[in-house]
């Protein structure tokens, strides 16, 4: 192993660059014990060079140029923290080919162009780490990829976008709105001033694409599977689950069923004896399934910045001590193989919390039942609080439902539901979830 300085580049200064590059100046001495030579930050690309920086950096470490990193030989590891596909994918095509290692916290990327990115860097002898692009500071990836090689992970379940959890944690905890939430999590920085990647789903969905991938060597599209937001719940919703003994939270599921894969990523009612329920803030949890070990549960802060500047700096001593470059060619990370099949959305087999706002007037909840009896779906129970007698000026009042189904398919229940949108008693919005039991 070389004694010689790392001389590392981090392209993207924004909160997670500017965390490592804090990691990276003030625990210098550290860093050099923990990777057996020193790590020298030689260069951090910006936009902008005039913004206003929470981290001291020498003078000649700044640039605005691409090109004096990729074009520096002297640069080993880049440090690519720039998020999306353009131009990032080409960024690091650049980097891999220009003869560096990278080091990358975009979940996007690896998610749409992981396959092409990662056959590149084996034909070019580099490495591409990747610890921090899910679950924030927890070692989730390098748990997948060799604390359980000896395994068949045959079940994810998960919480893995820390800024909804904190969201939901927010609202429930304080009694505050969905808005008062995201707007409090953009204040303490969770949240982007465009949360939509968070709070859509998209964010734990893409994750949970990258897990699948790792784990059973499927590619799966964002299309190919269910994935739903904590964007359209309220208050209300969180409260009502909570008085049937469960908790709302984004949870990404992957599970192995008869030679198929079940998977979706939705916010989703758990019991509240289950240890996902007890996750708060912006921590993450991690359950995976090994048909050797068994149950292993991983949990950490998964948002903010140095949580994730956490996972980038690990991956950059990994580089350092050579570690990367001898696990890197020989894991089988995103080659082809043959994959499992996704099982067709129609045939999950869950039950479901409804609820629905309707008219307090005779024969609705008839005209509800019956739409479910239609489609075999039957109720596992009801809560309608007592309704306020209506004003003789009204015809009638609105008042919320809540209904929890037995077990069916979501085939059925999608069914159903498009029927229960056409009924005129049920008033916008009707808000169905998933229940984990």
């Given amino acids: 192993m070389s004694s010689s300085p790392l001389n590392v580049a981090i392209i993207g200064m924004g909160t997670v660059g500017s965390g490592v590059a804090k990691i990276l ?11 057996g030579r020193p790590i020298h930050l030689k260069k951090a690309v910006v936009r902008d060079l005039s913004r206003p920086r929470n981290v001291d950096l020498p003078a000649d470490v700044l640039t605005d140029s691409i090109d004096a990193v990729l074009d520096d030989e002297t640069i080993d590891v880049v440090i690519q923290l720039i998020g999306g596909i353009d131009p990032a994918y080409d960024i690091m095509l650049r980097a891999l080919e220009s003869g560096k290692d990278v080091v990358t916290a975009n979940k996007a990327l690896l998610c749409e162009k992981g396959e092409s990115l990662f056959q590149r860097a084996r034909e070019l002898g580099r490495c591409i780490c990747f ?20 395994n ?6 998960a919480i893995l976008n820390g800024t909804s959890n904190y969201i939901l944690t927010e609202m429930f905890s304080h009694n505050v ?23 859509d789903g998209t964010d734990a969905a893409q994750k949970l694409g990258i897990l699948v991938q790792l ?15 904590i964007d359209s719940l309220s208050l209300a919703d969180l409260q009502y689950a909570s008085e049937l003994g469960y908790t709302v939270k984004l949870l990404a599921v992957a ?31 991690i359950a995976l ?7 292993v549960w991983l949990s950490g802060m998964g948002a903010g910045q140095m949580a994730t500047a956490s996972a980038v700096v690990a991956n950059v001593v990994d580089v350092a001590v050579g570690r990367a470059a001898l696990t890197f060619p020989r894991l089988d990370l995103w080659k082809p193989r043959e994959g499992i099949k996704i099982m067709p959305r129609e045939e ?23 739409v479910l009896g239609d489609h075999e779906i039957s109720i596992a129970s009801l809560v309608q609080h007592e309704a306020p007698e209506v004003d003789p000026s009204e015809e009638f009042s609105i008042v919320p439902l809540v209904i929890m189904t037995h077990r069916t398919t979501e085939g059925r229940f999608q069914a159903a539901s498009r029927e229960l949108d056409e009924l005129v008693c049920i008033r916008s919005p009707f808000v169905r979830m998933p229940v984990n039991d």
């Fill in 25 to 35: 100046l003030e625990r210098s001495e550290q860093m050099t014990t923990r990777a």
């Fill in 131 to 150: 610890e921090a692009a899910v679950a924030g500071g927890v070692p989730l990836i390098e748990t997948v990829t060799q604390a359980m090689t000896a």
């Fill in 215 to 229: 784990a059973l060597g499927i590619k799966v599209n964002l299309d190919q599977f269910l994935r739903q937001g």
């Fill in 289 to 295: 399934e090994g048909d050797a070990v068994g149950k």
């Fill in 177 to 199: 709105s969905y808005d008062d939430a995201v707007k409090s999590a953009q204040e303490i920085g969770y949240a982007e001033a465009d949360p939509a990647m968070d709070v």
């Fill in 348 to 370: 999950i087999s869950r039950r479901y919390f409804l609820r629905l706002n309707v008219e307090d007037r005779p024969h609705v909840l008839a005209d509800i039942t019956n």
């Fill in 255 to 285: 599970k192995l069923l008869d030679g198929q894969l079940e998977m979706h990523a939705q916010p989703t009612l758990i019991r509240n004896d289950n240890p996902l329920a007890h996750v708060e803030d912006a921590y993450n949890k």
């Fill in 152 to 157: 068949q992970i045959t079940s994810v379940e």
